[in-house]
Protein backbone atom coordinates (compact mmCIF):
# COMPACT_ATOMS: atom_id res chain seq x y z
CA UNK A 1 0.00 0.00 0.00
CA UNK A 2 1.06 3.59 -0.71
CA UNK A 3 0.84 6.25 1.83
CA UNK A 4 1.11 9.48 1.08
CA UNK A 5 1.67 12.19 3.98
CA UNK A 6 1.32 16.17 3.71
CA UNK A 7 3.97 18.59 3.48
CA UNK A 8 3.68 19.74 6.95
CA UNK A 9 4.41 15.94 7.99
CA UNK A 10 7.62 15.66 5.99
CA UNK A 11 9.43 18.73 7.10
CA UNK A 12 8.00 17.69 10.66
CA UNK A 13 10.06 14.17 9.82
CA UNK A 14 12.97 16.20 8.39
CA UNK A 15 13.59 18.99 11.13
CA UNK A 16 15.31 16.75 13.92
CA UNK A 17 17.64 15.09 11.10
CA UNK A 18 18.46 18.67 9.98
CA UNK A 19 18.89 20.20 13.52
CA UNK A 20 21.19 16.80 13.92
CA UNK A 21 23.36 17.69 10.77
CA UNK A 22 22.18 14.61 8.55
CA UNK A 23 23.10 15.37 4.99
CA UNK A 24 19.28 14.98 3.81
CA UNK A 25 19.79 16.89 0.48
CA UNK A 26 23.19 14.42 -0.16
CA UNK A 27 20.85 11.43 0.07
CA UNK A 28 18.31 12.86 -2.10
CA UNK A 29 20.36 13.51 -4.47
CA UNK A 30 22.42 10.71 -4.96
CA UNK A 31 19.19 8.81 -4.97
CA UNK A 32 17.91 10.74 -7.50
CA UNK A 33 20.95 10.52 -9.68
CA UNK A 34 20.62 6.96 -9.30
CA UNK A 35 17.10 6.30 -10.39
CA UNK A 36 18.19 9.24 -13.37
CA UNK A 37 21.23 6.94 -14.50
CA UNK A 38 19.13 3.74 -14.22
CA UNK A 39 16.48 4.98 -16.11
CA UNK A 40 19.14 6.34 -18.99
CA UNK A 41 20.74 3.14 -19.32
CA UNK A 42 17.38 1.68 -20.03
CA UNK A 43 16.35 3.67 -22.35
CA UNK A 44 19.73 3.90 -24.23
CA UNK A 45 19.79 -0.59 -24.23
CA UNK A 46 21.10 -2.80 -27.16
CA UNK A 47 19.89 -5.59 -28.49
CA UNK A 48 21.67 -8.75 -28.34
CA UNK A 49 22.10 -11.44 -30.79
CA UNK A 50 19.70 -13.28 -29.46
CA UNK A 51 17.05 -11.15 -29.28
CA UNK A 52 17.22 -9.83 -25.52
CA UNK A 53 18.75 -6.21 -24.73
CA UNK A 54 21.18 -5.34 -22.27
CA UNK A 55 21.04 -1.52 -20.53
CA UNK A 56 23.28 0.87 -22.53
CA UNK A 57 25.71 2.91 -21.30
CA UNK A 58 25.38 6.65 -19.41
CA UNK A 59 28.43 8.24 -20.70
CA UNK A 60 27.70 10.45 -23.62
CA UNK A 61 23.93 10.84 -22.83
CA UNK A 62 23.10 14.40 -22.43
CA UNK A 63 20.64 16.13 -19.46
CA UNK A 64 18.95 19.61 -19.15
CA UNK A 65 18.33 20.82 -15.37
CA UNK A 66 15.73 23.18 -14.66
CA UNK A 67 16.53 24.66 -12.10
CA UNK A 68 14.38 26.84 -9.56
CA UNK A 69 15.61 29.07 -5.99
CA UNK A 70 15.79 27.10 -3.07
CA UNK A 71 16.69 23.10 -1.58
CA UNK A 72 14.84 21.95 -4.42
CA UNK A 73 17.11 23.64 -7.02
CA UNK A 74 19.97 22.30 -4.44
CA UNK A 75 19.06 18.76 -5.13
CA UNK A 76 18.70 19.06 -8.93
CA UNK A 77 22.14 20.55 -9.09
CA UNK A 78 23.91 18.04 -6.64
CA UNK A 79 22.14 15.24 -8.70
CA UNK A 80 23.72 16.76 -11.92
CA UNK A 81 26.86 17.39 -10.51
CA UNK A 82 26.84 12.94 -9.52
CA UNK A 83 25.54 12.68 -13.27
CA UNK A 84 28.69 14.73 -15.00
CA UNK A 85 30.94 12.82 -12.75
CA UNK A 86 29.91 9.41 -14.84
CA UNK A 87 30.74 11.19 -18.12
CA UNK A 88 26.85 12.74 -19.43
CA UNK A 89 27.00 15.82 -20.79
CA UNK A 90 24.57 18.07 -18.00
CA UNK A 91 23.65 21.67 -18.51
CA UNK A 92 21.71 23.84 -15.99
CA UNK A 93 18.89 26.32 -16.85
CA UNK A 94 18.62 28.83 -13.49
CA UNK A 95 15.01 30.26 -13.23
CA UNK A 96 15.54 31.79 -9.95
CA UNK A 97 18.01 34.61 -8.93
CA UNK A 98 19.45 33.26 -5.98
CA UNK A 99 20.66 29.16 -7.30
CA UNK A 100 21.65 27.04 -4.71
CA UNK A 101 25.30 27.83 -4.02
CA UNK A 102 26.41 24.51 -2.72
CA UNK A 103 24.52 23.04 -5.94
CA UNK A 104 26.41 25.11 -8.33
CA UNK A 105 29.45 24.99 -7.07
CA UNK A 106 29.46 21.34 -7.46
CA UNK A 107 27.88 21.60 -10.89
CA UNK A 108 30.63 23.21 -12.05
CA UNK A 109 33.00 21.35 -10.00
CA UNK A 110 32.23 18.50 -11.90
CA UNK A 111 32.63 19.98 -15.39
CA UNK A 112 28.39 20.63 -15.86
CA UNK A 113 27.58 24.00 -17.85
CA UNK A 114 25.35 26.70 -16.42
CA UNK A 115 22.78 29.32 -18.39
CA UNK A 116 21.47 31.65 -16.37
CA UNK A 117 17.74 33.05 -17.31
CA UNK A 118 17.05 35.52 -14.26
CA UNK A 119 19.85 37.18 -12.24
CA UNK A 120 23.88 37.17 -12.47
CA UNK A 121 24.96 34.43 -9.60
CA UNK A 122 28.87 34.78 -8.93
CA UNK A 123 30.48 34.77 -12.60
CA UNK A 124 27.68 33.43 -15.20
CA UNK A 125 26.48 35.16 -17.32
CA UNK A 126 23.39 36.68 -17.25
CA UNK A 127 21.14 35.98 -20.87
CA UNK A 128 17.52 37.54 -20.09
CA UNK A 129 16.74 40.46 -17.73
CA UNK A 130 13.44 40.78 -17.30
CA UNK A 131 12.23 38.69 -13.91
CA UNK A 132 9.10 38.69 -15.18
CA UNK A 133 8.87 37.32 -18.33
CA UNK A 134 11.12 35.69 -20.48
CA UNK A 135 12.47 36.04 -23.48
CA UNK A 136 11.09 34.36 -26.76
CA UNK A 137 14.30 34.26 -28.10
CA UNK A 138 15.65 32.39 -24.66
CA UNK A 139 12.72 29.94 -24.74
CA UNK A 140 13.58 28.93 -28.25
CA UNK A 141 17.29 28.66 -27.95
CA UNK A 142 16.13 26.60 -24.26
CA UNK A 143 13.31 24.56 -26.03
CA UNK A 144 15.83 22.98 -28.78
CA UNK A 145 18.17 21.74 -25.97
CA UNK A 146 15.63 19.90 -24.06
CA UNK A 147 14.31 18.82 -27.51
CA UNK A 148 17.98 17.27 -28.12
CA UNK A 149 18.26 15.93 -24.65
CA UNK A 150 18.19 12.38 -23.46
CA UNK A 151 16.72 13.42 -19.79
CA UNK A 152 15.14 16.53 -18.60
CA UNK A 153 14.69 17.30 -14.47
CA UNK A 154 12.23 19.08 -13.69
CA UNK A 155 13.45 21.10 -10.40
CA UNK A 156 11.95 24.75 -10.69
CA UNK A 157 10.27 24.75 -7.73
CA UNK A 158 9.93 22.39 -4.24
CA UNK A 159 6.90 21.22 -2.07
CA UNK A 160 6.57 23.98 0.05
CA UNK A 161 5.79 25.99 -3.36
CA UNK A 162 1.73 27.05 -3.57
CA UNK A 163 -0.26 28.25 -6.45
CA UNK A 164 0.56 27.94 -10.24
CA UNK A 165 4.13 28.55 -11.56
CA UNK A 166 4.80 32.57 -12.38
CA UNK A 167 7.18 34.37 -14.41
CA UNK A 168 9.78 33.17 -15.99
CA UNK A 169 9.30 29.58 -14.63
CA UNK A 170 5.43 29.28 -16.03
CA UNK A 171 6.89 30.86 -19.44
CA UNK A 172 9.84 28.23 -20.07
CA UNK A 173 7.44 25.16 -19.03
CA UNK A 174 4.51 26.33 -21.38
CA UNK A 175 7.19 26.94 -23.82
CA UNK A 176 8.67 23.57 -23.75
CA UNK A 177 5.59 21.52 -22.99
CA UNK A 178 4.44 23.12 -26.70
CA UNK A 179 7.71 21.58 -28.34
CA UNK A 180 7.01 18.45 -26.20
CA UNK A 181 3.79 17.71 -27.62
CA UNK A 182 4.51 18.54 -30.87
CA UNK A 183 7.10 15.69 -30.69
CA UNK A 184 6.87 11.99 -30.05
CA UNK A 185 4.68 10.33 -27.31
CA UNK A 186 5.78 10.52 -23.83
CA UNK A 187 8.55 7.86 -22.76
CA UNK A 188 8.90 6.96 -26.50
CA UNK A 189 12.53 7.10 -28.58
CA UNK A 190 13.44 10.89 -29.39
CA UNK A 191 11.74 11.99 -26.63
CA UNK A 192 13.54 13.39 -23.69
CA UNK A 193 12.89 11.80 -20.32
CA UNK A 194 11.13 13.92 -18.02
CA UNK A 195 11.89 13.39 -14.17
CA UNK A 196 10.46 15.73 -11.70
CA UNK A 197 12.22 16.41 -8.61
CA UNK A 198 10.15 15.34 -5.46
CA UNK A 199 7.01 16.36 -7.10
CA UNK A 200 5.62 18.00 -10.82
CA UNK A 201 6.35 21.94 -10.13
CA UNK A 202 3.49 23.32 -10.32
CA UNK A 203 0.72 20.88 -8.90
CA UNK A 204 -1.15 21.55 -5.49
CA UNK A 205 1.34 19.12 -3.37
CA UNK A 206 -1.02 18.11 -1.09
CA UNK A 207 -4.19 17.97 -3.06
CA UNK A 208 -3.28 17.16 -6.58
CA UNK A 209 -4.76 20.31 -7.83
CA UNK A 210 -2.96 21.74 -11.18
CA UNK A 211 -3.82 25.37 -11.29
CA UNK A 212 -1.49 26.65 -13.95
CA UNK A 213 0.84 25.23 -16.29
CA UNK A 214 2.47 21.47 -15.40
CA UNK A 215 5.54 19.98 -17.33
CA UNK A 216 4.10 16.56 -17.89
CA UNK A 217 6.63 13.70 -15.96
CA UNK A 218 7.63 10.36 -17.21
CA UNK A 219 8.64 9.79 -13.53
CA UNK A 220 8.31 11.43 -10.08
CA UNK A 221 11.43 11.02 -7.70
CA UNK A 222 10.09 11.99 -4.56
CA UNK A 223 12.29 12.15 -1.43
CA UNK A 224 11.57 10.05 2.11
CA UNK A 225 7.61 9.80 1.62
CA UNK A 226 5.16 10.11 -1.38
CA UNK A 227 3.37 13.20 -1.71
CA UNK A 228 -0.79 13.51 -1.52
CA UNK A 229 -0.36 15.04 -5.04
CA UNK A 230 0.94 12.43 -6.89
CA UNK A 231 -2.13 10.19 -6.13
CA UNK A 232 -4.98 12.48 -6.28
CA UNK A 233 -6.62 13.43 -10.11
CA UNK A 234 -5.73 15.65 -11.54
CA UNK A 235 -2.59 16.09 -11.02
CA UNK A 236 -1.56 12.05 -10.81
CA UNK A 237 -2.07 12.25 -14.51
CA UNK A 238 1.26 14.24 -15.17
CA UNK A 239 3.65 12.81 -12.05
CA UNK A 240 4.22 9.62 -14.06
CA UNK A 241 5.89 6.60 -12.67
CA UNK A 242 7.22 6.88 -9.29
CA UNK A 243 9.89 6.16 -6.80
CA UNK A 244 10.12 6.90 -3.11
CA UNK A 245 13.93 7.35 -2.09
CA UNK A 246 14.55 6.41 1.49
CA UNK A 247 16.82 9.33 3.23
CA UNK A 248 15.58 8.30 6.74
CA UNK A 249 11.72 9.50 7.59
CA UNK A 250 9.53 7.51 9.25
CA UNK A 251 6.16 8.54 8.19
CA UNK A 252 4.48 4.70 8.27
CA UNK A 253 4.82 1.33 6.30
CA UNK A 254 7.48 1.53 3.50
CA UNK A 255 6.08 2.99 0.17
CA UNK A 256 6.39 1.84 -3.19
CA UNK A 257 6.28 3.19 -6.39
CA UNK A 258 3.14 5.12 -6.70
CA UNK A 259 2.90 4.43 -10.27
CA UNK A 260 5.01 2.39 -11.91
CA UNK A 261 5.59 -0.78 -9.08
CA UNK A 262 9.16 -0.17 -8.35
CA UNK A 263 10.49 -0.42 -4.82
CA UNK A 264 11.49 2.08 -2.76
CA UNK A 265 14.59 3.20 -4.40
CA UNK A 266 16.75 2.47 -0.68
CA UNK A 267 18.93 4.98 1.12
CA UNK A 268 20.92 7.35 -0.64
CA UNK A 269 24.01 7.62 1.10
CA UNK A 270 24.81 4.39 1.56
CA UNK A 271 26.76 4.58 4.52
CA UNK A 272 24.95 1.53 6.28
CA UNK A 273 21.50 2.19 7.86
CA UNK A 274 20.54 6.03 7.74
CA UNK A 275 19.64 7.89 10.92
CA UNK A 276 15.89 8.20 11.00
CA UNK A 277 13.01 10.66 12.60
CA UNK A 278 9.67 8.99 13.73
CA UNK A 279 6.59 11.03 12.99
CA UNK A 280 3.21 9.81 14.20
CA UNK A 281 0.55 11.06 11.92
CA UNK A 282 -2.09 9.96 9.52
CA UNK A 283 -1.47 9.83 5.54
CA UNK A 284 -3.71 12.02 3.61
CA UNK A 285 -4.58 9.74 0.98
CA UNK A 286 -3.46 6.14 0.25
CA UNK A 287 -3.21 3.93 -2.59
CA UNK A 288 -3.98 0.36 -2.76
CA UNK A 289 -1.82 -2.05 -4.48
CA UNK A 290 -2.52 -5.44 -6.43
CA UNK A 291 -0.69 -7.58 -3.31
CA UNK A 292 -3.34 -5.19 -1.11
CA UNK A 293 -6.36 -5.83 -3.06
CA UNK A 294 -5.61 -10.19 -3.27
CA UNK A 295 -5.81 -9.75 0.33
CA UNK A 296 -9.20 -7.98 1.12
CA UNK A 297 -10.77 -10.19 -1.55
CA UNK A 298 -12.77 -13.52 -0.01
CA UNK A 299 -12.32 -16.66 -1.87
CA UNK A 300 -15.10 -19.60 -0.75
CA UNK A 301 -14.00 -22.31 1.11
CA UNK A 302 -14.75 -26.14 1.01
CA UNK A 303 -17.81 -25.62 3.66
CA UNK A 304 -19.67 -22.43 1.95
CA UNK A 305 -22.56 -22.40 -0.03
CA UNK A 306 -24.23 -19.93 -2.60
CA UNK A 307 -26.20 -18.06 0.73
CA UNK A 308 -22.73 -17.95 2.92
CA UNK A 309 -20.26 -16.46 -0.58
CA UNK A 310 -22.36 -13.14 -0.51
CA UNK A 311 -25.71 -12.76 -2.73
CA UNK A 312 -26.17 -9.89 -4.29
CA UNK A 313 -29.73 -7.59 -4.76
CA UNK A 314 -29.53 -5.17 -7.59
CA UNK A 315 -32.43 -2.60 -8.35
CA UNK A 316 -31.13 -1.19 -11.87
CA UNK A 317 -32.15 -0.38 -15.81
CA UNK A 318 -35.44 0.35 -16.98
CA UNK A 319 -38.12 -0.15 -20.17
CA UNK A 320 -35.68 2.49 -21.68
CA UNK A 321 -32.46 1.93 -20.09
CA UNK A 322 -32.28 -2.39 -19.90
CA UNK A 323 -28.92 -2.10 -20.39
CA UNK A 324 -27.80 -0.84 -17.37
CA UNK A 325 -29.32 -3.84 -16.12
CA UNK A 326 -27.95 -6.16 -17.98
CA UNK A 327 -24.17 -4.31 -17.74
CA UNK A 328 -24.85 -4.40 -13.76
CA UNK A 329 -25.89 -7.68 -13.28
CA UNK A 330 -23.24 -9.23 -15.75
CA UNK A 331 -20.65 -7.72 -13.68
CA UNK A 332 -21.81 -8.90 -10.29
CA UNK A 333 -22.30 -12.24 -11.74
CA UNK A 334 -18.95 -12.26 -13.10
CA UNK A 335 -16.89 -10.86 -9.76
CA UNK A 336 -17.99 -14.19 -8.16
CA UNK A 337 -20.83 -13.99 -5.53
CA UNK A 338 -23.10 -16.71 -3.74
CA UNK A 339 -25.95 -15.35 -6.31
CA UNK A 340 -27.37 -12.35 -7.93
CA UNK A 341 -31.10 -11.51 -7.33
CA UNK A 342 -32.55 -8.77 -9.68
CA UNK A 343 -35.60 -6.63 -9.23
CA UNK A 344 -37.01 -4.44 -11.46
CA UNK A 345 -39.97 -4.46 -14.37
CA UNK A 346 -41.15 -7.31 -16.44
CA UNK A 347 -39.06 -6.70 -19.89
CA UNK A 348 -36.07 -5.31 -18.14
CA UNK A 349 -35.90 -8.43 -16.35
CA UNK A 350 -36.63 -11.04 -19.21
CA UNK A 351 -33.53 -9.39 -20.50
CA UNK A 352 -31.31 -9.58 -17.32
CA UNK A 353 -32.01 -13.65 -17.90
CA UNK A 354 -31.59 -13.24 -21.32
CA UNK A 355 -28.02 -12.23 -20.69
CA UNK A 356 -27.19 -14.17 -17.58
CA UNK A 357 -29.67 -16.98 -16.63
CA UNK A 358 -27.78 -17.75 -13.24
CA UNK A 359 -29.82 -14.59 -11.87
CA UNK A 360 -32.52 -15.25 -9.65
CA UNK A 361 -35.56 -12.66 -10.22
CA UNK A 362 -37.06 -12.93 -7.05
CA UNK A 363 -37.68 -11.29 -3.59
CA UNK A 364 -35.38 -12.92 -0.65
CA UNK A 365 -32.25 -12.32 1.49
CA UNK A 366 -29.19 -10.25 0.49
CA UNK A 367 -25.72 -9.27 1.82
CA UNK A 368 -25.62 -6.00 -0.28
CA UNK A 369 -28.01 -3.84 -2.54
CA UNK A 370 -26.65 -2.08 -5.85
CA UNK A 371 -29.39 0.42 -6.82
CA UNK A 372 -30.05 2.85 -9.22
CA UNK A 373 -28.01 1.86 -12.54
CA UNK A 374 -29.96 3.52 -15.41
CA UNK A 375 -32.64 4.38 -13.15
CA UNK A 376 -33.62 8.20 -13.76
CA UNK A 377 -33.56 10.51 -10.91
CA UNK A 378 -36.47 11.53 -9.02
CA UNK A 379 -37.66 14.36 -11.43
CA UNK A 380 -38.04 18.06 -9.39
CA UNK A 381 -41.31 20.07 -9.20
CA UNK A 382 -40.91 21.71 -12.16
CA UNK A 383 -39.76 18.49 -14.33
CA UNK A 384 -41.40 16.16 -16.46
CA UNK A 385 -42.55 12.96 -15.08
CA UNK A 386 -40.09 9.63 -15.83
CA UNK A 387 -40.81 6.39 -16.49
CA UNK A 388 -39.09 4.35 -14.08
CA UNK A 389 -41.04 1.26 -14.01
CA UNK A 390 -41.37 0.94 -10.31
CA UNK A 391 -37.68 1.71 -9.59
CA UNK A 392 -37.86 4.30 -7.63
CA UNK A 393 -39.97 2.95 -4.90
CA UNK A 394 -37.57 -0.19 -5.04
CA UNK A 395 -34.55 1.75 -4.15
CA UNK A 396 -36.49 3.49 -1.16
CA UNK A 397 -37.53 0.12 0.06
CA UNK A 398 -34.08 -1.46 -0.03
CA UNK A 399 -32.37 1.98 1.20
CA UNK A 400 -34.58 1.96 3.83
CA UNK A 401 -33.93 -1.84 4.56
CA UNK A 402 -30.04 -1.40 3.90
CA UNK A 403 -29.61 1.35 7.01
CA UNK A 404 -31.91 -0.14 9.32
CA UNK A 405 -34.92 2.03 8.92
CA UNK A 406 -37.56 -0.43 8.44
CA UNK A 407 -36.60 -2.80 11.82
CA UNK A 408 -40.18 -4.94 11.24
CA UNK A 409 -40.89 -7.53 8.56
CA UNK A 410 -37.42 -7.07 6.53
CA UNK A 411 -35.79 -10.16 5.55
CA UNK A 412 -31.97 -9.33 6.52
CA UNK A 413 -31.96 -6.52 8.48
CA UNK A 414 -29.03 -3.54 7.94
CA UNK A 415 -26.44 -4.61 4.60
CA UNK A 416 -23.97 -2.71 2.71
CA UNK A 417 -25.51 -0.91 -0.42
CA UNK A 418 -23.90 0.91 -3.40
CA UNK A 419 -26.13 3.86 -4.51
CA UNK A 420 -25.74 4.85 -8.18
CA UNK A 421 -26.91 7.54 -10.79
CA UNK A 422 -30.96 7.85 -10.27
CA UNK A 423 -30.88 6.81 -7.34
CA UNK A 424 -28.54 9.20 -5.59
CA UNK A 425 -31.57 11.64 -5.97
CA UNK A 426 -33.30 9.29 -2.96
CA UNK A 427 -30.30 8.69 -0.28
CA UNK A 428 -31.67 10.38 2.54
CA UNK A 429 -29.74 13.63 4.89
CA UNK A 430 -27.75 11.30 6.79
CA UNK A 431 -26.69 7.59 5.95
CA UNK A 432 -24.31 4.95 7.63
CA UNK A 433 -20.66 4.13 6.53
CA UNK A 434 -21.78 1.17 5.08
CA UNK A 435 -23.64 3.10 2.10
CA UNK A 436 -21.24 3.62 -0.47
CA UNK A 437 -22.31 6.99 -2.88
CA UNK A 438 -20.72 6.35 -6.86
CA UNK A 439 -21.23 9.48 -8.26
CA UNK A 440 -19.08 11.07 -11.25
CA UNK A 441 -17.98 14.14 -10.89
CA UNK A 442 -22.55 16.30 -12.43
CA UNK A 443 -23.71 13.81 -9.94
CA UNK A 444 -21.42 14.70 -7.08
CA UNK A 445 -22.10 18.03 -7.46
CA UNK A 446 -25.51 18.20 -7.90
CA UNK A 447 -25.51 15.94 -4.68
CA UNK A 448 -24.00 18.67 -3.01
CA UNK A 449 -25.79 21.67 -4.57
CA UNK A 450 -29.10 20.11 -2.92
CA UNK A 451 -27.49 20.26 0.63
CA UNK A 452 -26.51 24.07 0.30
CA UNK A 453 -23.19 24.18 -1.51
CA UNK A 454 -22.21 26.53 -4.26
CA UNK A 455 -20.12 23.70 -6.41
CA UNK A 456 -20.72 23.14 -10.29
CA UNK A 457 -19.10 19.66 -12.23
CA UNK A 458 -15.87 21.61 -12.97
CA UNK A 459 -15.41 22.82 -9.48
CA UNK A 460 -15.40 18.87 -8.85
CA UNK A 461 -13.39 17.75 -11.52
CA UNK A 462 -10.69 20.46 -10.65
CA UNK A 463 -10.61 19.45 -6.40
CA UNK A 464 -12.16 16.15 -6.63
CA UNK A 465 -10.55 15.31 -2.55
CA UNK A 466 -12.03 18.54 -0.95
CA UNK A 467 -15.86 17.71 -2.70
CA UNK A 468 -15.69 13.71 -2.23
CA UNK A 469 -14.43 14.94 1.70
CA UNK A 470 -17.44 17.37 1.48
CA UNK A 471 -20.27 14.80 0.35
CA UNK A 472 -18.94 12.76 3.36
CA UNK A 473 -19.44 15.07 5.68
CA UNK A 474 -22.39 15.99 4.38
CA UNK A 475 -24.43 12.57 3.84
CA UNK A 476 -22.11 10.55 6.32
CA UNK A 477 -21.86 8.33 3.55
CA UNK A 478 -18.77 6.48 2.07
CA UNK A 479 -18.13 8.63 -0.89
CA UNK A 480 -16.71 6.66 -4.25
CA UNK A 481 -15.90 10.08 -7.16
CA UNK A 482 -15.82 8.18 -9.77
CA UNK A 483 -13.31 10.18 -12.86
CA UNK A 484 -9.82 9.73 -14.58
CA UNK A 485 -8.75 8.57 -11.56
CA UNK A 486 -11.16 7.12 -8.34
CA UNK A 487 -11.22 8.98 -5.22
CA UNK A 488 -12.90 6.99 -2.29
CA UNK A 489 -13.61 9.35 0.87
CA UNK A 490 -14.80 7.27 4.10
CA UNK A 491 -14.80 7.47 7.89
CA UNK A 492 -10.58 6.51 7.92
CA UNK A 493 -9.68 8.84 5.45
CA UNK A 494 -9.09 8.54 1.48
CA UNK A 495 -7.59 6.47 -1.32
CA UNK A 496 -6.66 7.61 -5.15
CA UNK A 497 -6.52 4.70 -7.45
CA UNK A 498 -5.82 5.47 -10.87
CA UNK A 499 -5.31 1.93 -12.58
CA UNK A 500 -7.67 2.20 -15.54
CA UNK A 501 -7.24 2.91 -18.99
CA UNK A 502 -8.29 6.35 -20.40
CA UNK A 503 -10.47 3.91 -22.77
CA UNK A 504 -12.53 3.19 -19.64
CA UNK A 505 -14.33 6.03 -20.06
CA UNK A 506 -17.10 4.34 -21.91
CA UNK A 507 -21.27 4.36 -21.63
CA UNK A 508 -21.91 1.63 -19.26
CA UNK A 509 -18.72 1.64 -17.37
CA UNK A 510 -20.16 3.21 -14.20
CA UNK A 511 -22.94 -0.28 -13.99
CA UNK A 512 -19.82 -2.26 -14.40
CA UNK A 513 -18.48 -0.88 -11.33
CA UNK A 514 -21.12 -0.80 -9.37
CA UNK A 515 -21.85 -4.68 -9.73
CA UNK A 516 -18.22 -5.34 -8.97
CA UNK A 517 -18.81 -3.53 -5.78
CA UNK A 518 -21.67 -5.08 -5.03
CA UNK A 519 -20.29 -8.47 -4.70
CA UNK A 520 -17.14 -7.46 -3.16
CA UNK A 521 -19.10 -6.03 -0.13
CA UNK A 522 -21.92 -8.94 0.01
CA UNK A 523 -18.69 -11.18 0.65
CA UNK A 524 -18.07 -9.01 3.84
CA UNK A 525 -21.63 -7.60 4.72
CA UNK A 526 -21.44 -8.14 8.15
CA UNK A 527 -18.06 -6.67 8.97
CA UNK A 528 -18.76 -3.87 6.49
CA UNK A 529 -21.52 -3.12 8.78
CA UNK A 530 -19.80 -3.14 11.84
CA UNK A 531 -16.10 -1.89 10.94
CA UNK A 532 -17.20 1.50 10.01
CA UNK A 533 -13.48 2.07 7.50
CA UNK A 534 -14.01 -1.06 5.16
CA UNK A 535 -16.37 -0.03 2.89
CA UNK A 536 -13.73 2.39 1.75
CA UNK A 537 -10.89 -0.22 1.69
CA UNK A 538 -13.49 -2.48 -0.36
CA UNK A 539 -14.70 0.48 -2.37
CA UNK A 540 -10.69 0.91 -3.55
CA UNK A 541 -10.43 -2.69 -4.40
CA UNK A 542 -13.14 -2.64 -6.52
CA UNK A 543 -12.04 0.11 -8.18
CA UNK A 544 -8.34 -2.03 -8.62
CA UNK A 545 -10.19 -4.53 -10.05
CA UNK A 546 -12.60 -2.68 -12.27
CA UNK A 547 -9.71 -0.45 -14.15
CA UNK A 548 -7.26 -3.96 -14.54
CA UNK A 549 -10.30 -5.55 -16.16
CA UNK A 550 -10.37 -2.54 -18.95
CA UNK A 551 -6.68 -3.23 -19.38
CA UNK A 552 -6.94 -6.55 -19.70
CA UNK A 553 -9.84 -6.62 -22.04
CA UNK A 554 -8.01 -4.91 -24.70
CA UNK A 555 -4.60 -3.96 -23.78
CA UNK A 556 -3.61 -0.52 -24.89
CA UNK A 557 -7.16 -0.20 -27.03
CA UNK A 558 -10.92 0.65 -26.96
CA UNK A 559 -12.91 -1.51 -24.71
CA UNK A 560 -16.97 -1.35 -24.01
CA UNK A 561 -18.23 -2.26 -20.80
CA UNK A 562 -19.56 -5.38 -21.01
CA UNK A 563 -15.82 -6.47 -22.08
CA UNK A 564 -14.56 -5.11 -19.06
CA UNK A 565 -17.28 -7.20 -17.26
CA UNK A 566 -16.08 -10.45 -18.95
CA UNK A 567 -12.47 -9.75 -17.91
CA UNK A 568 -12.95 -9.45 -14.41
CA UNK A 569 -12.85 -13.59 -13.26
CA UNK A 570 -9.27 -13.66 -15.02
CA UNK A 571 -8.20 -10.37 -12.87
CA UNK A 572 -9.51 -11.51 -9.90
CA UNK A 573 -8.07 -15.42 -10.37
CA UNK A 574 -4.50 -13.63 -11.09
CA UNK A 575 -4.90 -11.76 -8.23
CA UNK A 576 -5.08 -14.30 -6.06
CA UNK A 577 -2.17 -16.33 -7.69
CA UNK A 578 0.28 -14.04 -6.93
CA UNK A 579 -0.09 -13.53 -3.38
Given amino acids: MIEAWSVADVRAAEEPLLAAGVPLME???????????????????????????????????????????????????????????????????LTGEHAHVGGLQALRAAGGRVEVLVGSPDD???????????????????????????????????????GALRGVAADLVRRLGAVLDDGPGPGEPGRPWVVAVDAPSGIGVDDGTVPGPVLRADRTVTFGAAKPGLLLPPATHLAGHGAVVDIGLRLGAPARDH?????????????????????????????????????????????????????????????????????????????????????????????????RPEVVPAAGRVQSWVLGPGVPPVPGPDDDPVDDGGQHERVRYALSAATGELSAGVVGGRVPVVVDAGALSLVPDRCPPWVVLTPHAGELATLLRERGDDVTRTDVEAEPLRW???????????????????????????????????WLATAGAGDVLAGILGTVLAAHAERVVHEPGLAARLAAAAAVVHGLAAERANPGGPVAALDVADAVPAVVAALLAAR
Avoid at 43 to 57: E, Y
Avoid at 61 to 81: E, I, K, P
Wanted: no cysteine.
Fill in 468 to 502: ARRAHEATGATVLLKGSATVVVGPDGAWSQADAPA
Fill in 124 to 162: ASRTERSHDHLDPHVADRVAAQVARADVVLDGLVGIGAR
Fill in 259 to 355: ASGDARAGAAAGNGAPARADVSATPVVRRLEPADVAALWSVPGATDHKYTRGVVGVVAGTPTFPGAAVLTATAAVRTGPGMVRYRGPDDVTRAVLAA
Fill in 27 to 93: RASFALATVIARDLARRRSVALPDGGRRDGRVTGARAVLLVGSGNNGGDTLHAGAYLARRGVDVLAV
